[in-house]
Nanobody
């Protein structure tokens, strides 16, 4: 079974920083994209950032570009999301996601709460 274990959420003041981690285990496909979504209360889940395994290209939502940085440690099967200059509107549950490049495999982690106080 594919498992994604996210951690690193917490409560931080506006302007502060957090680093989220997601350890992926049990997947066997070679080419994939891994990244982060978030869902705030009463809102739909939205994509935040992702990175592709096959060419290292990255995507950032316009709302986080310039403040968040995604990175991976392939030896540890871990993806990180460094979040700087946090704003109250970044408050959400953050979910890790991995999707196979060619195929239908799509897996989610359990989510980690990020709360930014004003």
């Amino acid at each position: 079974d594919v498992q994604l274990q996210a951690s690193g959420g917490g409560l931080v003041q506006a302007g502060g920083s957090l680093r989220l981690s997601c350890v992926a285990a049990g997947f066997t496909f070679d080419e994939y994209a891994i990244g982060w979504f978030r869902q705030a209360p009463g809102k739909e889940r939205e994509g935040v950032s992702c990175i592709s395994d096959w060419d290292g290209s990255t995507y950032y939502s316009p709302s986080v570009k310039g403040r968040f940085t995604i990175s991976t440690d392939n030896a540890k099967n871990t993806v990180y999301l460094q979040m700087n200059s946090l704003k109250p509107e970044d408050t959400a549950v953050y979910y890790c996601n991995i999707v196979r490049r060619w195929g239908t495999e799509n897996y989610w982690g359990q989510g980690t709460q990020v709360t930014v106080s004003s």
